[in-house]
T-cell receptor, first 113, second 109 residues
Framework: DTEVTQTPKHLVMGMTNKKSLKCEQHMGHRAMYWYKQKAKKPPELMFVYSYEKLSINESVPSRFSPECPNSSLLNLHLHALQPEDSALYLC????????????FGQGTRLTVV | EDQVTQSPEALRLQEGESSSLNCSYTVSGLRGLFWYRQDPGKGPEFLFT???AGEEKEKERLKATLTKKESFLHITAPKPEDSATYLCAGRTGANNLFFGTGTRLTVIP
């Protein structure tokens, strides 16, 4: 089973709202990732967690706040977003952060109005 | 600067017409070259991992190869259901997994 589950599938939020994206995997993977993908562009790395600790933050604005409550769960808290933050947000996991492939969820389509 | 470049940007093939997609990389301390398939509005689906020059992997109509500077994804006798964007990604010494811009493949019946 190589399933990464993301909820919700679609989200529309106003610029003053607070919302959260959720990601779950039960493959025993110890690295989890958030990516952002705009239309017709490749995924861009936002954050990497390794063993539940933040190991990479690609200079992401503070209106995006990641959280890793345990080894199976990854959240992305959203606050005061801008319309240009509208994108497909992808979660991925891998066995480790060295040499291993990452498996992706189906993404959350976020629209900021 | 670490970089992954894919070509062509878009490719249209007749059903059964074999071809190759290219992924060129300049990555210091490459820790794996990965191929993914992505359908519109979906997450990337893992296809292959390649670690060293000369390595080859196959899956159905797809075959991935790796040299010291590039990787190829060969598609043999493609079918319309192979239409998708194919992404190449490299993992660097900093353990970042970063992607090329992809090749949009359309297979015409």
């Amino acid at each position: 089973d190589t399933e990464v589950t993301q909820t919700p599938k679609h989200l529309v939020m106003g610029m003053t709202n607070k919302k959260s994206l959720k990601c779950e995997q039960h493959m025993g993977h110890r690295a989890m990732y958030w990516y952002k993908q705009k239309a017709k562009k490749p995924p861009e790395l936002m954050f990497v967690y390794s063993y539940e600790k933040l190991s990479i933050n690609e200079s992401v604005p503070s209106r995006f706040s990641p959280e890793c409550p345990n080894s199976s769960l990854l959240n992305l808290h959203l606050h005061a977003l801008q319309p240009e933050d509208s994108a497909l947000y992808l979660c991925a996991s891998s066995q480790g952060i060295l040499n291993t492939e990452a498996f992706f969820g189906q993404g959350t389509r976020l629209t900021v109005v | 600067e670490d970089q992954v470049t894919q070509s062509p940007e878009a490719l249209r093939l007749q059903e059964g017409e074999s071809s190759s997609l290219n992924c060129s990389y300049t990555v210091s301390g490459l820790r794996g070259l990965f191929w993914y398939r992505q359908d519109p509005g979906k997450g990337p689906e893992f296809l292959f991992t390649l670690y060293s020059a000369g390595e080859e992997k196959e899956k159905e109509r797809l075959k991935a190869t790796l040299t010291k500077k590039e990787s190829f994804l060969h598609i043999t006798a493609p079918k319309p259901e192979d239409s998708a964007t194919y992404l190449c990604a490299g993992r660097t010494g900093a353990n970042n997994l970063f992607f090329g811009t992809g090749t949009r493949l359309t297979v015409i019946p």
